[in-house]
């Protein structure tokens, strides 16, 4: 069974332009979580969907940030404009129920030059 | 903030039994312990979970004090592959949804 997919695995952009992520939870999975993760530090929440729902977004930085999963399945996660303090990985993790185990993709190394 | 304290580093021979403490003085009453890890260049890996009792599983053990305020993991055997960033994190109901406060973790080294 393939787990959590993500794309692109590294991208390199110029600071001001905009990049999106993409993520392909299990199936079956309701819960889809977005975390950042700075080099040396743990993940860090950005927004956690149940289904189509965002139910936890208090702390995506909405200036520039945005996310959907449209049909409560894949999900996307943008940033407009990027800053070079955005390079960092991020994370995508996807559960059938709750935060008992969740299944962690291999994430997205952002660059910002 | 993270509610869990954890050794920044540890080491442990190969073939021997690692044991990550953990404190989480704050944890209340429904709060569960959970365990990830995460090796070089990968997402976390769910490793194991308990609320009260001790837990085992084809990967670890999981030792909770009786007054909840710590635990340990416990790798019986740690191979090579074990080195890694372990996390040890307090949270909401088995089932609840609820997002995973990750700490600093402890990076445990495997040596040969």
Redo the contacts between chains.
Sequence with gaps: EAG?VQSPRYKIIEKKQPVAFWCNPISGHN?L?WYLQNL??????LI?Y?NEEA??DSQLPKDRFSAERLKGVDSTLKIQPAELGDSAVY?C?SSL???????????TRLTVV | D?KTTQPPSMDCAEGRAANLPCNHSTISGNE?V?WYRQIH??????II?GLKNNETNEMASLIITEDRKSSTLILPHATLRDTA?Y?CIV???????????????TKLTVNP
């Design positions: 959590v819960t979580y040396g530090q743990g993940p860090e929440l956690r149940e139910v936890d994370l993790a129920v709750g935060v008992s185990e969740a299944f962690f993709g291999q994430g | 993270a569960y959970y260049s990968q997402g976390p890996q769910y979970h960033v996390y949270g909401g109901e088995e089932g609840g949804s609820e997002k995973l406060v990750f700490g600093k973790g």
